[in-house]
């Protein structure tokens, strides 16, 4: 068991909606990184957060964006979905934003319809 | 470019075969190398860390090996069983703070 949770597992959006996932943090973990799998592909970096700051992001559109609360859990927010946005979304933890090792959580499988 | 590449995409083994999986990345200015292990729909489950300074790095039938000079890891599962069967993951990690993955070892273990 990773400790690491996110919410919900499964959901389904229509394009052109918002979707909002949660992810908490393993205890002691102060820094989450975002990945988004595509169906047979290795993931990709989103962003990450450290101390509720954001400390690198990859190659997404400003419509995927994030934060980080006071107890180190985050949120992944996708504005005006579209179809290409349906994927698995993983979380990771880990302490420290470098040389450490991260905790992945099971995923958010989003579909957008 | 960051790239990692792993090979072959998918492999079938008898049971009690001895499994080998490659990872080759690019960029050999890393700080370390991840192997993760993904069933069908779920997430990742860590298997091993190597930081860059190691060799190799075991945990029960799993062994890891790093070449950082000719930018290559190699995953051993000897005596494979069954339960093996999985989507092995190769993930290095740069002084960007990302992890760069390349695409898994999609491995079947036949009983």
């Known amino acids: 068991e990773t400790g690491v949770t996110q919410s919900p597992t499964h959901l389904i959006k229509t394009r052109g909606q918002q979707v909002t996932l949660r992810c908490s943090s393993q205890?002691?973990?102060?820094?989450v990184s975002w990945y988004q799998q595509a169906l047979g592909q290795g993931p990709q970096f989103i962003f990450q957060?450290?101390?509720?700051?954001?400390?690198g992001r990859g190659n997404f559109p400003p419509r995927f964006s994030g934060l980080q609360f006071p107890n180190y859990s985050s949120e992944l927010n996708v504005n005006a979905l579209e179809l290409d946005d349906s994927a698995l979304y993983l979380c990771a933890s880990s302490q420290g934003s470098m040389n450490t090792e991260a905790f992945f959580g099971q995923g958010t499988r989003l579909t957008v319809v | 470019k960051q790239e990692v590449t792993q090979i072959p995409a998918a492999l079938s083994v008898p049971e009690g075969e001895n499994l080998v999986l490659n990872c080759s990345f690019t960029?050999?200015?890393?700080?370390?190398l991840q192997w993760f292990r993904q069933d069908p729909g779920k997430g990742l489950t860590s298997l091993l860390l190597i930081q860059s300074s190691q060799r190799e790095q075991t945990s029960g039938r799993l062994n890891a090996s790093l070449d950082k000079s000719s930018g290559r890891s190699t995953l051993y599962i000897a005596a494979s069983q069954p339960g093996d069967s999985a989507t092995y993951l190769c993930a290095v990690l740069y002084g960007n703070n990302r992890l760069a993955f390349g695409k898994g070892n999609q491995v079947v273990v036949i009983p």
């Open positions: 957060y450290y101390r509720e700051e954001e400390n």
């Open positions: 205890s002691g973990h102060n820094t």
């Open positions: 960029d050999s200015a890393i700080y370390n």
